[in-house]
């Protein structure tokens, strides 16, 4: 991979990494509680958790992404960014546009995807 190419995803995962880090502020500063005070019935109280349980999910979602983007500028560092983990093979520029987290070829990705279904 051409160094232009790192360079432009390294600054992709970077502001990639920045949005979540100030989504994930927002959340530790937002209003996020649960007090069973302030709902008038069981229903309400049930959609609120329903609510709070979704946004957990999609910030565990987040903090995945994170890891990765991490482990994608780390191997930026190394040298071995787009690089599949599985056979070595280049991963492909229109892959690492569309996903630039990805460890794996489209190949790779296709054979896992099957093993697990």
């Given at each position: 991979m051409k160094k232009t190419d790192q360079k432009k995803f390294q600054k992709m995962?970077?502001?990639q990494r920045e949005k979540l880090m100030v989504n994930a502020k927002k959340a530790v500063t937002g209003d996020?509680?649960?007090?069973?005070?302030d709902f008038s019935d069981e229903?309400?109280?049930?959609?609120s958790e329903s609510g709070l349980a979704f946004v957990g999910r999609l910030r565990e979602r987040e903090r995945?992404?994170?890891?990765?983007?991490?482990?994608?500028?780390a191997k930026i560092e190394a040298g071995t960014f787009g690089t599949c983990v599985q056979c070595g093979e280049d991963i492909g520029l229109k892959r690492l546009e569309a996903r630039p987290v990805a460890s794996l070829c489209i190949d790779c990705k296709s054979q896992q995807e099957k093993l697990e279904h």
């Open positions: 995962l970077m502001e996020i509680h649960l007090d069973p005070d229903i309400d109280s049930a959609s995945a992404l994170l890891q990765k983007i991490e482990a994608s500028l």
